[in-house]
């Protein structure tokens, strides 16, 4: 009895002594710990308060695969999360302070009220993140994605986001004061009651962007692209306008106007405010047909429409693309490119058209233009420019192209009002030499 009972107590013990074991390694196994910048490693990882996080799940480090990991409330300040999969991640109300995020996927990453202050996010992709009342101030977001991204409220006081893509990022009510944009597309962005006052967003793109009531006081809006933008109750105290694009932009209740600096480019569509003299003021009228703005219709507008797409087949036009249908039914076409060519010779002071023949825009169709044809007869695949000899906007130089050039051959000039004898037989010998290009085109491949 007394051995048994002996056995009995042993085997307890030792279970007990097993499970006791077991549940203190288990628990040790399950703290993570994090690399701070420079390497010191941080174990366990606590939370705001100082105690024990209770996430349990791969060490956060650089590349670390972190995926929908929960580390809300976590002081993870001065992490080094280089590369880190961070996908779906809960980071909200995180002290991420000084870390390095930089080519993180924090994609679609609940980053709510989180503390990123003066962090480092170059690269990283913020794809649809939720970052509303998160604390960037001095962040460098330089070329990160924040598309879509949900920023109502944030604060990105002096944040550096030049070459960021912000498109239809929610930035409604966010503090952008001093931040850098410089050349951040902000497209389709809803900037609504936003603070911009002192913020580069120099060649910033902000077509279509809702920016009513934002505070732009200050703001550097050189070569910015505000194509279609509200501006509806927005302050422009003091803004540099310089070759800014006003295409489509209704101004009549912009706070201001009258003290911006710099001249801007308006068009026919530009609605200016009661009693506003843009001239007095210092803008340039540009002509519809300037795509790129500049007040010139040349080769590089022409170029643009021809970037669309194929022209021949037509292209429906787009928020991108919409100013480019310039004999307005919703498509780029050949009415476009015809529509265009009188556009372009009126702006640059010509009583007839530009014709298509001539790819120099130099008034006439001549051998030069046929020798450029010809250096390019055959070549198809993307959309040949045309000043590469493409008259009719498709993805090829070829016959029909040089047909358009034939029936305005005009080597002397298409400006004076004689017409010149047909050169038909100088016409005869270049259709000769084409027919050698091709049998050699053809032969080679
Ligand atoms: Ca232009
Ligand atoms: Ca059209
Ligand atoms: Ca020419
Ligand atoms: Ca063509």
Same mark, same amino acid.
């Given at each position: 009895?007394?051995?048994?009972?002996?056995?009995?107590?042993?085997?307890?013990?030792?279970?007990?002594?097993?499970?006791?074991?077991?549940?203190?390694?288990?628990?040790?196994?399950?703290?993570?710990?994090?690399?701070? =910048?420079?390497?010191?490693?941080? %174990?366990?990882?606590?939370?705001?308060?100082?105690?024990?996080?209770?996430?349990?799940?791969?060490?956060?480090?650089? *590349?670390?695969? $972190?995926?929908?990991?929960?580390?809300?409330? +976590?002081?993870?300040?001065?992490?080094?999360?280089?590369?880190?999969?961070?996908?779906?991640?809960?980071?909200?109300?995180?002290?991420?302070?000084?870390?390095?995020?930089? =080519?993180?996927?924090?994609?679609?990453?609940? !980053?709510?009220?989180?503390?990123?202050?003066?962090?480092?996010?170059?690269?990283?992709?913020?794809?649809?993140?939720?970052?509303? *009342?998160?604390?960037?101030?001095?962040?460098?977001? #330089?070329?990160?994605?924040?598309?879509?991204?949900?920023?109502?409220?944030?604060?990105?006081?002096?944040?550096?986001?030049?070459?960021?893509?912000?498109?239809?990022?929610?930035?409604?009510?966010?503090?952008?004061?001093?931040?850098?944009?410089?050349? &951040?597309?902000?497209?389709? &962005?809803?900037?609504?009651?936003?603070? !911009?006052? %002192?913020?580069?967003?120099?060649?910033?793109?902000? =077509?279509?962007?809702?920016?009513?009531?934002?505070?732009?006081?200050?703001?550097? !809006?050189?070569?910015? %692209?505000?194509?279609?933008?509200? $501006?509806?109750? &927005?302050?422009?105290?003091?803004?540099?306008?310089?070759?800014?694009?006003?295409?489509?932009?209704?101004?009549? @209740?912009?706070?201001?106007?009258?003290?911006?600096?710099?001249?801007?480019? *308006? *068009?026919?569509?530009?609605?200016?405010?009661?009693?506003?003299?843009?001239?007095?003021?210092? @803008?340039?009228?540009?002509?519809?047909?300037?795509?790129?703005?500049?007040?010139?219709?040349?080769?590089?507008?022409?170029?643009?429409?021809?970037?669309?797409?194929?022209?021949? #087949?037509?292209?429906?036009?787009?928020?991108?693309?919409? =100013?480019?249908? $310039?004999?307005?039914?919703?498509?780029?076409?050949?009415?476009?490119?015809?529509?265009?060519?009188?556009?372009? +010779?009126?702006?640059?002071?010509?009583?007839?058209?530009?014709?298509?023949?001539?790819?120099?825009?130099?008034?006439?169709?001549?051998?030069?233009?046929?020798?450029?044809?010809?250096?390019?007869?055959?070549?198809?695949?993307?959309?040949?420019?045309?000043?590469?000899?493409?008259?009719?906007?498709? %993805?090829?130089?070829?016959?029909?192209?040089?047909?358009?050039?034939?029936?305005?051959?005009?080597?002397?000039?298409?400006?004076?009002? #004689?017409?010149?004898?047909?050169?038909?037989? $100088?016409?005869?010998?270049?259709?000769?030499?084409?027919?050698?290009?091709?049998?050699?085109?053809?032969?080679?491949?």
């Amino acid at each position: 009895m007394i051995g048994s009972q002996l056995i009995s107590n042993v085997v307890r013990r030792f279970f007990l002594a097993m499970v006791l074991t077991g549940l203190l390694t288990g628990s040790v196994g399950q703290a993570a710990s994090y690399q701070k =910048r420079g390497g010191t490693i941080v %174990d366990p990882i606590l939370n705001k308060s100082g105690i024990a996080h209770y996430y349990s799940g791969p060490n956060f480090e650089p *590349y670390a695969n $972190l995926a929908n990991a929960n580390v809300s409330n +976590a002081d993870l300040t001065s992490a080094n999360l280089h590369s880190a999969n961070l996908t779906g991640a809960d980071l909200s109300n995180a002290h991420l302070t000084d870390a390095t995020l930089s =080519r993180a996927d924090l994609s679609g990453a609940n !980053l709510i009220s989180a503390d990123l202050a003066l962090a480092t996010l170059t690269d990283a992709n913020l794809d649809r993140a939720y970052l509303a *009342y998160a604390d960037l101030t001095d962040a460098n977001l #330089t070329d990160a994605n924040l598309t879509g991204a949900h920023l109502y409220n944030a604060r990105l006081t002096s944040a550096d986001l030049t070459d960021a893509n912000l498109s239809n990022a929610d930035l409604r009510h966010a503090d952008l004061t001093s931040a850098d944009l410089t050349d &951040a597309n902000l497209s389709n &962005a809803d900037l609504l009651l936003a603070d !911009l006052s %002192d913020a580069i967003l120099s060649g910033a793109d902000l =077509r279509y962007a809702d920016l009513r009531y934002a505070d732009l006081s200050n703001a550097n !809006l050189r070569h910015a %692209d505000l194509t279609s933008a509200d $501006l509806t109750d &927005a302050n422009l105290s003091n803004a540099d306008l310089t070759h800014a694009d006003l295409y489509s932009v209704d101004l009549t @209740w912009v706070y201001k106007i009258d003290t911006t600096r710099g001249s801007p480019y *308006y *068009y026919g569509n530009t609605v200016l405010p009661a009693g506003f003299d843009a001239v007095a003021q210092g @803008w340039t009228l540009a002509p519809y047909c300037d795509f790129t703005p500049d007040a010139v219709c040349d080769l590089a507008d022409i170029n643009q429409m021809f970037q669309a797409g194929n022209l021949v #087949t037509g292209v429906i036009t787009s928020g991108d693309t919409d =100013r480019l249908d $310039l004999f307005e039914n919703d498509t780029i076409d050949a009415a476009d490119i015809t529509e265009w060519l009188t556009w372009a +010779a009126t702006a640059n002071g010509h009583g007839s058209p530009y014709l298509r023949g001539d790819t120099e825009f130099d008034r006439d169709v001549d051998i030069t233009d046929f020798n450029t044809l010809a250096a390019n007869f055959g070549s198809r695949g993307a959309w040949p420019f045309w000043n590469e000899g493409n008259f009719n906007g498709d %993805d090829n130089v070829d016959i029909t192209d040089f047909n358009l050039l034939a029936a305005n051959f005009a080597p002397s000039g298409y400006a004076t009002s #004689t017409i010149p004898e047909p050169s038909t037989m $100088l016409l005869a010998s270049l259709a000769l030499i084409l027919v050698g290009v091709s049998f050699r085109l053809s032969k080679n491949g």
